[in-house]
């Protein structure tokens, strides 16, 4: 298909470039052009959010609200905790690599950031937690991203501008933000595909964006796509076998029978590996300990790096005796995701 191209007379094009400053001076002069704030003489202390959740924890927004705030140099901003689920607020170096764990990177309450030195809240000191805080003083003009060392898909931008500048938004405007955002991601809601008679789903994720970062909204339930209900039980017979399928992008669940192990990461010993990937164990008795490790989608793919391995993201569990057996997510069992599998004759 060509593409028709109009060329306008030239004496058209020079009325409309004649008509430039006065569209803008209009403009100016309209009531809906609003002035940028003053720039502040003084540095302020603004407020942030980490994270929200539904009453019954099980829908968790991971994000950073708002996830993207312009403060002038010297300005702090201080973020509060407002879930269960355990994130961190951490401003790496410029090229550092991701650490693989919580270590490596100041701690400090409050803390300075010039863009040198990594900075990150420590989620496990004492007091950390829901309503808990973190307090990051900017010292240096720079564009900062913040992320959070828990969950990979979820980001910020922090716009460090010189004191001589003005700056677009107050702190108002950023409250009005946290209460849209927050919102938007707990109020959206995702389907679960499979349905199976037999299957269960180990959380149920989605990632969205805007211009400052990512965020994730993680319903954190074993939830059954049968009955429709969250409270992960399922009926089966004896000789059936169970499946459970992670479908969050981002974050890992387990499935947990007996004790929970120290290291909740690989799989225990009895588990086998099945022909098409997925992990498989067998539950004989009340008292047996099965544990699936992590079920997790593989990473995303980036350009540059090499091509990350299929994830483990399904666990199969036969049960060959009658009784009901109670699971746990290691991870999240604290937020209420649990289940249990009653196994009739």
Same mark, same amino acid.
């Given at each position: 298909m060509k593409t028709k191209t109009t060329t306008l007379p030239l004496g058209n094009s020079i009325r409309g470039l004649l008509l430039i400053p006065l569209i803008l001076v209009c403009f100016a002069l309209s009531p809906t052009a609003q002035a940028a704030p003053k720039p502040s003489p003084t540095p302020q202390a603004w407020t942030a959010t980490v994270g929200a959740q539904s009453t019954d924890k099980g829908q968790q927004a991971l994000a950073f609200l708002p996830n993207e705030i312009w403060i002038h140099a010297g300005d702090s901003i201080k973020w509060t905790f407002d879930t269960d689920e355990i994130h961190t607020v951490t401003f790496l170096t410029e090229g550092q690599v991701r650490p693989p764990d919580? +270590? #490596?990177?100041?701690?400090?309450?409050?803390a300075t950031f +010039? #863009?040198?030195?990594?900075?990150?809240?420590d989620p496990f000191a004492a007091g950390a937690g829901m309503g808990s805080s973190f307090t990051v003083k900017f010292t240096a003009i720079g564009n900062f991203k913040v992320v959070c060392l828990v969950h990979e898909n979820m980001t910020g931008a922090i716009h460090v501008l010189d004191s001589k500048l003005p700056l677009p938004h107050d702190q108002a405007f950023y409250n009005a933000q946290t209460t849209k955002e927050r919102n938007a991601v707990l109020s959206d809601s995702d389907s679960a595909t499979n349905t199976d008679g037999h299957a269960l789903i180990a959380g149920i994720g989605e990632v969205s964006a805007t211009a400052g970062g990512s965020d994730t909204r993680s319903l954190m339930r074993f939830y059954n796509p049968q009955t429709a209900m969250q409270d992960g039980k399922i009926q089966i017979h004896v000789g059936d076998t169970v499946q459970w399928t992670n479908q969050d992008p981002i974050t890992p669940h387990t499935i947990t029978f007996g004790t929970e192990p120290a290291d909740p990461g690989p799989p225990s010993a009895n588990v086998t590996q099945d022909a098409d990937g997925a992990l498989h164990a067998t539950v004989k008795l009340h008292s047996?300990?099965?544990h699936s490790g992590v079920i997790i989608a593989a990473p995303q793919e980036r350009a540059g790096l090499p091509q990350s391995p299929l994830g483990f993201t399904r666990?199969?569990?036969?049960?060959?005796?009658p009784g009901v057996y109670p699971y746990v997510c290691a991870f999240h069992d604290s937020l209420?995701?649990?289940?249990?599998?009653?196994?009739s004759p």
């Open positions: 919580l +270590d #490596g990177c100041s701690s400090s309450n409050p +010039d #863009g040198s030195t990594c900075v990150t809240s047996d300990n099965v666990f199969r569990v036969t049960f060959p005796n209420g995701m649990t289940g249990e599998v009653d196994v």
